[in-house]
């Protein structure tokens, strides 16, 4: 079934992003706009294949900020037609948005090098997609999924936290389900992008935060839902690419309210650390990975502070129980990909 499909389990190509921002989305979230979290317009297929052309070496090619499979098939194609102009080698992946994803489309994808796709799922929880506006249900969006990966393609899913109505338990029922229909498909592994919902400026969400309908989480509070997610998501064996949204300049200033840090990704490990610790020995000692250090000493001992809350000794005794293992292998860590 994998035809001209990229065998990406192991493509480790530098990135060249595109973003899209909005392009062609069926209709407006109540949390986004993509225009405030890239800054940036789109850009015309042209100056991408002009782009693509001047590149030396293979790359990954993403089009990521919009519904990539919605736009006009023409536009979609020359889109496509642009990552001809890479370097042999290059592939491409996109994001977007359940609704727009058929079988014929997928099928319209095989002459190309498309190593995955990503689909904004955001939640599976029917009261958390309604309030979101996101126009399907969690089944059709488990169908979806299902539809991409029988197709042969590598499956990305982007989930959130913090939405309305949405609870912890909701997130972690999420990514259950997504195992299992994984699972069920015989497919290889699934990769996952963990966003925290921020209220941005000129959204519904802003909107409704300022009737009072919608209270964001505090910063603990979303880097504790998205640690316990990213715990759950490495145990039942998805990659995940990234935790926390790409900070720009143009993000922090269009923030209304929500669980924003420039560093979300890394306050979340610090918890997922500190939850397999507890896993592997509930009082210590612990023997950890040198290369992890700065999750408990970075960010003004964030992570630190964290077990010696969950485990109600100071500080300075968790110190005492914590050896590093110092690796000699140039590798990454075994859950880390790269990001982007
Ligand atoms: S969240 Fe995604 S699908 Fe929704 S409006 Fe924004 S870019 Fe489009």
Not at 58 to 84: K, N, W
Request: charged fraction near 25%.
């Amino acid at each position: 079934m994998l035809g001209s499909r990229v065998d990406v389990t192991d493509v480790r190509l530098p990135r060249f992003p595109v973003f899209l921002p909005m392009a062609s989305c069926p209709r407006r979230c109540v949390y986004c706009h993509q225009g405030e979290i890239t800054g940036e317009g789109g850009v015309p297929p042209a100056s991408v294949k002009e782009s693509l052309a001047r590149l030396e070496t293979p790359h990954e090619i993403c089009y990521f900020g919009g519904s990539f499979t919605c736009l006009p098939e023409e536009q979609r194609g020359a889109y496509l037609d642009a990552v001809r102009s890479a370097p042999d080698g290059s592939v491409v992946r996109f994001s977007t948005h359940p609704l727009c994803v058929a079988g014929p489309v997928l099928r319209g994808l095989s002459t190309h090098p498309v190593s995955m796709i990503e689909l904004g799922v955001s939640s599976l929880d029917d009261t958390v997609l309604a309030a979101c506006n996101r126009g399907y249900t969690g089944e059709f969006a488990l169908g979806v999924m299902d539809l991409v990966m029988r197709e042969g393609y590598r499956l990305g899913v982007q989930l959130m936290t913090g939405l309305p109505g949405q609870s912890e338990e909701s997130s972690l029922e999420d990514l259950r389900r997504i195992a299992l229909l994984r699972d069920r498909a015989g497919a290889p592994a699934v990769s996952l992008r963990i966003y925290p919902c921020l209220v941005l400026e000129k959204t519904g969400l802003s909107e409704m935060f300022r009737r009072g309908d919608y209270s964001a989480p505090s910063l603990d509070h979303a880097v504790l839902h998205a640690g316990r997610m990213l715990r759950e998501a490495k145990r039942l064996g998805f990659l995940v690419q990234r935790v926390g949204l790409h900070d720009t300049p143009s993000l922090s200033t269009n923030v209304v309210a929500g669980p924003y840090h420039p560093a979300f990704g890394e306050l979340a490990r610090s918890v997922e650390l500190v939850a397999c610790l507890l896993e592997a020995n509930p009082a210590g000692p612990w023997e950890i990975d040198g290369r992890r250090r700065s999750m408990l000493f970075g960010h003004d001992r964030y992570g630190l502070r964290h077990l010696a809350d969950r485990t109600g000794l100071s500080p300075s005794r968790i110190e005492e129980l914590i050896r590093f293992k110092e690796v000699m292998t140039g590798r990454r860590g075994t859950n880390d990909v790269p990001g982007d």
